[in-house]
Structures are given as structure tokens and as C-alpha cells.
């Protein structure tokens, strides 16, 4: 545990500051603060959708779970992010909080990694600089290197033989092939990673079901409709046909409150096979961690939950506002009122 409990800043975090204080860049929108836009959390077409249970609810027992939390035979830990983005007329600056926070007996640990990127279509602007960035897509390069530092985040700093709570989904366009890689890497550690979805338009089960093909608008309308309160969707499989070890993930929807939206658990076909003998005591883990957070208006699991807090909380304790005004990012008058 000596390396939680912290806040680390990327060593180019104050240089690409100093960089944009020398352009003298002027920002144009106002800066938006949000979890990673994860809008993509769908599966890709090109996949085979197989039942891994028969079809049909399946009860959760949050007293289960309780047991095994308290069991003390899981190391819990729980990752989120947060984001600031600015919009300027020579580019965007991206600033990231990764959030890693470790379930102790006593209190969460967390650890913080906090970066920024700025990135830009100009060649003028990104010339002579190693750290100001040329893509023609910069929310797509910011993504790109959102992945790479949550792998090397989570592999890093992980610790050995944790269930590890991943806000996010599994498998989602670009991120794909990051997120398989660190799973792997994770699981040399002994790591169990964990995905959860809350917002998704899936409609894979619906489409690819008979009896449900054309009756809902999405698989979380559908489970939401036929869930009770304590219950799951039986198991499913999904496999890219043409990688179809590498990106296969097994799931389920899980509903923990009657009037909210049910909620997407994921896990890689090699991190099912680890756990396959204890998945419904991890899944009654999941149902209790989710209800002793008791948040409806934001439904996550209690590690996550508390994840995202220091994430958010990160950010603001950076000062990112500060060094945007320092750096020669202007405010208009609306951003001024925006700050924090």
C-alpha cells in the first residue's frame, strides 16, 4: 500500500502549460468538466451473440454478498475518471484525473494520476514542440492517450489478487484493443477487472433473440422491463467473429431499485474462466456494493462511486483553472463565471 494514498502529476502536466503560456493561445468555449464520454459503450456489428444461461431472470441475494465483503476474502479496489476539456481556437486541451482507490478495513486509499494534452490541427502550432500535439481527430488522439494511461495506470499501481471495478465498458471502438491488452497484463497479477455500463443503446440481445427481436428499444429496455428489484439477466457471450478470442466478454443486466435503469456487468472470456466457480457470489457482491452507496440518482457500486469523487475532487485540487489563466487561455466572460 506505500504507493496509494497520493497524488501523481505526469511530468509534461506543467511543460505543455509553459508551451501553451508561449503560444499565447486564446480560448474560445467554455470548459466543460464530465466523466469520459463513453457514448460509444455498444458492441460492435460484427459479432455472435450466444446464451451462456438459459434465458430468463435470475435472483441476487445482497445478504450473499454482504458475506463475502465482509469475508474479507476479495481485495476490493474501484477505478474511475474525470475530465476537463478546453476549446480553443488553436486546439483542445484535455486534462485527465485517474482515480484508483483501494477498499481497506478502515478507509479507501486512493491514488490520483493527473495529466493534460493539448492537441491541435495545426502544423504551425505543434511545430518545434514535444508536447503540443498534431491529429486531424483530436477528441479521437485525446481518447487514444486516455487508454494508454489508464492501462499503464492500473497495471502499475494495482494491487495483486484485487477485484478491480472499471467504470466503463469492456469492449467500444477504439478503446477495444487497450482495454484487452491490460486485462491480460492485469491478470498476470492476479487481477480480476470488472466492467460496468449504466448508459448504453445496445439492442444486441434484443435483435439476435427470437422472442424478444423487434419488442424493445434497447437490451436496457428490455431488462429494465422484465427484472424485478434483486435480480439479473442470465448470462450472455458476445465474440468478435473475427477475433473472437481476444475480444469475447461474457455479461449480464443487473437491477438493484424498481423505478431505475438496470445496469451492464462485463468481464473478458479469460477473466470469466478465473471466475467462473464464484460468479454469483462477485455478482451478489456487486447487487450489496451498489445498494450500501444508496445513490439513485447516480446508480454505482460504493468503490466506484468513491473513485469518482477523488477523481472530481482531483481536478479542482490541481488548480486546472489557475494554470489555464496562466498559460494564456483567456476566458470569455461566461467561462469566468464558469470557474470554480
Excluded at 460509444?40 to 431472470?57: Q, R, V
Excluded at 491529429?135 to 484485487?162: C, M, Q, V, W
Excluded at 447516480?298 to 496562466?326: D, M, S, T, V
Amino acid at each position: 500500500m506505500e504507493t496509494l494514498n497520493k497524488v501523481i502529476v505526469d511530468p509534461d502536466f506543467f511543460e505543455t502549460i509553459d508551451e501553451l503560456r508561449k503560444k499565447n493561445i486564446t480560448i474560445a468555449d467554455i470548459p466543460n468538466q464530465a466523466d469520459f464520454d463513453f457514448s460509444f459503450a455498444t458492441f460492435p456489428p460484427n459479432g455472435k451473440l450466444t446464451l451462456a444461461e438459459n434465458l430468463g431472470p435470475i435472483d441476487l441475494d445482497p445478504s450473499n454478498g454482504e458475506k463475502v465483503m465482509k469475508s474479507g476474502e476479495f481485495l476490493l479496489s474501484g477505478y474511475d475518471e474525470s475530465t476537463w476539456d478546453y476549446f480553443a481556437l488553436e486546439g483542445s486541451a484535455f486534462f485527465t484525473s485517474h482515480s484508483l482507490i483501494v477498499v481497506s478495513n478502515e478507509r479507501y486509499i486512493p491514488i490520483i494520476y493527473l495529466s493534460t494534452h493539448f492537441i491541435t490541427r495545426s502544423n504551425l502550432m505543434s511545430d518545434n514542440s514535444q508536447l503540443l500535439i498534431y491529429a486531424d481527430d483530436p477528441k479521437s488522439e485525446a481518447k487514444r492517450h486516455y487508454a494508454i494511461e489508464r492501462s499503464d495506470f492500473l497495471d502499475r499501481y494495482s494491487p495483486n489478487g484485487t477485484l478491480l471495478f472499471i467504470d466503463g465498458p469492456l469492449i467500444g471502438a477504439q478503446m477495444t484493443g487497450y482495454t484487452i491488452k491490460s486485462v491480460r497484463e492485469l491478470h498476470t497479477k492476479g487481477i480480476i477487472p470488472i466492467f460496468f455500463v449504466k448508459n448504453s443503446v445496445s439492442n444486441l440481445a434484443t435483435d439476435n433473440i427470437p422472442e424478444l427481436k423487434g419488442q424493445f428499444n434497447s437490451d436496457l429496455h428490455w431488462s429494465s422491463k422484465m427484472l424485478k428489484k434483486f435480480q439479473r439477466t442470465n448470462l450472455f457471450k458476445y465474440a468478435d467473429e473475427h477475433s473472437k478470442k481476444s475480444n469475447a466478454k461474457i455479461f449480464c443486466y443487473y437491477k438493484a431499485f424498481d423505478d431505475v435503469s438496470t445496469q451492464r456487468v462485463e468481464f473478458h472470456i479469460e477473466t470469466y474462466s478465473m471466475i467462473k466457480e464464484r460468479i454469483d457470489d462477485i455478482l451478489d457482491l456487486v447487487l450489496y456494493l451498489l445498494l450500501v452507496n444508496g445513490d439513485k440518482r447516480n446508480p454505482q457500486i460504493r468503490p466506484i462511486a468513491i473513485a469518482e469523487k477523488y477523481a472530481r475532487a482531483a481536478l479542482q485540487r490541481g488548480h486546472c483553472e489557475r494554470l489555464i489563466k496562466g498559460s494564456g487561455l483567456i476566458p470569455t466572460m461566461n467561462e469566468e463565471r464558469g470557474f470554480v
